[in-house]
């Protein structure tokens, strides 16, 4: 009941506002005037406003899309002249990218909150430019594929100019993407592609540019991915056989080259500007479009210049992996930020080993990895840096592969006996052993600085096994032909030799990645007399093994012990 109070007393107060309107608009113009008593009824004030503000959007989204309608028939009208009219097309065409740009202006002469508006007519203009180019182009045969990817240039440079002194950001999109997919598609159809590439390496120095302008750059990974679109179809087309390509012009070498050795050196030229002359930080897309770019230009100069380029390209390597490594020890070692350090520092080291494989012959290619090992541990101790010792093990992987030391090292361990080591394998054996010594353990390691000790060691142990048991080979050889079984004895007798020695000094030096390589040697040791031994060996040399092995089980254990006991 007392809710149907309720609802009464508000339908009696609702029907006195009514009464009391109504006697309003009943008197004279000096009544209307008098203010209305406000009840606790519906905002109509709000409502109203915000259906008139409703309203006024609406109408204005549809006054643009007229607008835009409105250029769109202007540009069929251009059309339909150009078909029926005995007026030159060249003449017609002119006129119709003096509209389009038009538009563009327009675009970007509206106020700064009128984004709907600016992406409109931006796309607008992009709608009238792209196929009247097509048309001319392919269609009606007015403009060569050079005068088209001219006017796309000439565009993109308007639209650029405008975008940047009014900042219009839609203007920027709707332009660079209009004109990297025009270009892309007339590059496959006209089947001329140094053009369209010209105008997408264009886009990229604008773009690279305006990143040091501070305007916008958001854009940059669409320009960048049309153009490594561009050029890697350049490879892809001119890298297969000429029977298969009978409808692209011919291009010389230089003309091969060029696009991607453009890219490549506009992408470092904009990272090395911001981050040592402007002590930015390199991004992401930095890192992996120089990445990408310097591939491009790899791969142009492997394919289309295989004798003199592959020579140059190593010595532009080796020269680049100085200048990163010069940045990294003079500008960037110190500073908070590391990325600039650690991504300078890889592409150094990445650069160094793709030189040396380019132009050094074998015999100093790993005398070079092994040099630059040493140099590196030597440095990343000295100045506490990981990342250094890191660099140092992967020149020293690489030369031990180079060298042929881990095939040796296996071959006298396990395979077939060597016939006499080479000189490389004991100077990147030497290397090894150097490397191992530089490092400096400390009491509480993680795990990162204690790899830094364990593959040095594992490779010089590799080394000196391979090396003892190609010695004690050529001892027993001065006096007897060494059969099947005195090698399988010899090898089994030589690592428990290395076992019992690394345990021993492991535990007195407190070198924990020594104990950890005898133990290993153990499992290594048990699986050979199992497959060389037990099926190769005479049962007095097959005993031997088996007493020499037992009495390394029990020793190595102790050994390793000695130096926690102490």
Not at 158 to 167: E, F, H, N, T, Y
Not at 299 to 322: D, K, Q
Not at 334 to 342: P, T
Not at 397 to 426: D, E, I, M, Q, R
Request: hydrophobic letters at 60%; one cysteine or more; a neutral charge.
């Amino acid at each position: 009941m007392d809710d149907l109070s309720d609802v009464l007393e508000q339908i009696t107060a609702r029907l006195e506002t009514l009464e009391r309107r109504v006697e309003i608009l009943e008197h004279s113009p000096t009544v209307l005037s008098a203010p209305v008593p406000q009840q606790p009824s519906m905002p109509t004030a709000a409502i109203e406003a915000g259906e008139e503000t409703s309203l006024a959007q609406a109408s204005g989204v549809f006054s643009v899309l007229g607008k835009a309608m409105l250029g769109i028939a202007g540009a069929y009208l251009l059309r339909a002249v150009a078909e029926t009219s005995s007026l030159p097309k060249l003449a017609i065409a002119a006129v119709a990218i003096a509209y389009a740009i038009l538009w563009l202006v327009s675009a970007a002469r509206l106020p700064v909150g009128a984004w709907f508006a600016s992406v409109i007519y931006a796309g607008t203009s992009a709608l009238i430019l792209a196929p009247m180019l097509w048309e001319l182009t392919l269609r009606f045969k007015v403009l060569p594929a050079p005068a088209t990817a001219g006017i796309l240039g000439a565009f993109v440079m308007v639209a650029s100019a405008l975008a940047w002194k009014l900042d219009r950001t839609p203007v920027i999109w709707v332009a660079n993407a209009t004109v990297a997919v025009t270009a892309l598609a007339l590059s496959m159809a006209t089947r001329e592609l140094a053009p369209f590439i010209a105008v997408l390496l264009l886009m990229v120095l604008i773009c690279e540019y305006a990143i040091e302008r501070d305007h916008e750059r958001s854009i940059r990974p669409l320009v960048a991915a049309s153009a490594d679109l561009a050029i890697w179809f350049l490879i892809f087309i001119y890298s297969s056989p000429p029977s298969s390509r009978v409808d692209y012009p011919a291009m010389n070498t230089a003309e091969l080259l060029l696009p991607a050795c453009l890219l490549f050196l506009m992408y470092a030229a904009s990272v090395v500007f911001r981050t040592m002359r402007r002590g930015q930080k390199i991004t992401v897309f930095e890192t992996g479009q120089t990445m990408i770019a310097f591939l491009l230009a790899t791969s142009t100069v492997l394919y289309f210049a295989p004798r003199i380029g592959a020579i140059g390209l190593g010595v532009a390597c080796l020269v680049l992996s100085a200048a990163c490594y010069s940045a990294v020890l003079a500008i960037f070692d110190g500073i908070a930020e590391g990325r600039n350090y650690h991504i300078f520092a890889t592409w150094a080291t990445a650069l160094l080993l793709t030189g040396s494989l380019l132009c050094l012959p074998p015999f100093c290619l790993a005398a070079c990895l092994g040099l630059a090992a040493i140099g590196c541990t030597a440095l990343g101790v000295r100045m506490g840096r990981l990342t250094l010792g890191f660099h140092g093990l992967v020149f020293l992987a690489a030369a031990a592969v180079v060298s042929g030391l881990l095939k040796y090292a296996f071959h006298a361990l396990a395979g077939t006996l060597p016939a006499g080591v080479a000189w490389s394998v004991c100077g990147v054996s030497a290397c090894t052993i150097i490397c191992y010594a530089a490092g400096k353990p400390g009491s509480q390691e993680n795990w990162k600085q204690q790899l830094l000790h364990l593959v040095p060691a594992a490779l010089a142990v590799c080394a000196l096994a391979a090396l003892l048991v190609e010695g004690l080979v050529w001892l027993v050889a001065l006096r007897l032909t060494p059969d099947v079984y005195h090698v399988a004895f010899l090898r089994t007798l030589s690592l428990c030799a290395v076992a019992l020695a690394l345990a021993f000094v492991g535990s007195r030096w407190h070198r924990v990645e020594l104990t950890w390589i005898a133990y290993a040697s153990l499992w290594f040791i048990a699986a050979k007399l199992l497959f060389e031994d037990l099926r190769h060996g005479r049962l007095e040399f097959i005993a031997a093994s088996i007493f020499v092995f037992a009495i390394t089980l029990i020793a190595v254990p102790r050994l390793a012990r000695m130096g926690h006991i102490a």
